[in-house]
């Protein structure tokens, strides 16, 4: 598998989750990741097949999702598999739990 680079799970900053959150807010983004996620893994054309739009914006929508970090890609010969990258989105769930729940300190100083 290619590397996850900036979407890499144990460095998953700000920036990072930001970006994530950026590339699923799109819903056709959103919707191809959840069909990628149902079948486990499909290739460029195979998500074509499922969207009423052009190879060319496959493409874009598919690279914008790598290259946050949210999909995964598995090259084999001319093909390239396409699959959702589980410790990411986990990790993301994560952090957006504990970043935007309420800080355990400042509880502690409210009640004191």
């Known amino acids: 598998m290619?590397?996850?680079?900036a979407g890499d799970a144990r460095t998953l900053d700000d920036r990072g989750v930001i970006r994530a959150l950026k590339a699923l807010a799109d819903p056709t983004r959103f919707r191809m990741v959840q069909e990628i996620a149902a079948a486990?893994?499909?290739?460029c054309?195979?998500?074509a097949e499922l969207f009423d739009v052009s190879q060319p914006t496959?493409?874009?929508h598919l690279n914008v999702l790598v290259e946050a970090g949210v999909?995964?890609?598995r090259i084999e010969g001319k093909h390239r598999y396409t699959s959702v990258n589980h410790p990411l989105v986990?990790?993301?769930a994560r952090?957006?739990?504990a970043r935007l729940g309420p800080r355990r300190d400042r509880t502690a100083r409210a009640r004191a």
């Not at 290619?2 to 680079?5: D, L, P």
């Open 2 to 5: 290619m590397g996850m680079g």
């Open 58 to 60: 496959v493409s874009h």
């Open 90 to 92: 986990s990790s993301l």
């Open 95 to 97: 952090l957006l739990a």
């Open 71 to 73: 999909l995964s890609v």
């Open 40 to 43: 486990g893994e499909l290739s």
């Open 45 to 47: 054309g195979q998500v």
